[in-house]
């Protein structure tokens, strides 16, 4: 079930915050701080290493813009 982001939804656009506190100078704290393995990363979007996903969902809770979902495969 791989993890999928919803651009449109997601608040890193073109290598910045485009809504969160961050912003005006703080520090993010959103998915890429919540994934334990590394395999989110912040470039010109938020990017996904799926070889490094282990699927834990802790990215898709802390996205306050419920851009990130894991996706079901039947």
């Not at 079930?1 to 919803?6: A, E, H, L, T, V």
């Not at 608040?11 to 485009?18: A, E, L, R, T």
């Not at 809504?19 to 959103?30: D, P, T, V």
Request: glycine fraction near 8%.
């Amino acid at each position: 079930m791989p993890i999928i982001i919803d651009y449109s939804k997601c608040c890193w656009k073109d290598g910045k915050c485009s809504s969160c506190s961050c912003k005006s100078g703080g520090a993010c704290i959103g998915c890429v701080e919540a994934c334990p393995t590394g395999a989110l990363t912040r470039k010109g979007n938020v990017e996904i290493d799926h070889t490094q996903c282990i699927e834990c969902e802790l990215c898709v809770n802390a996205c306050k813009h419920h851009a990130i979902t894991l996706m079901k495969i039947n």
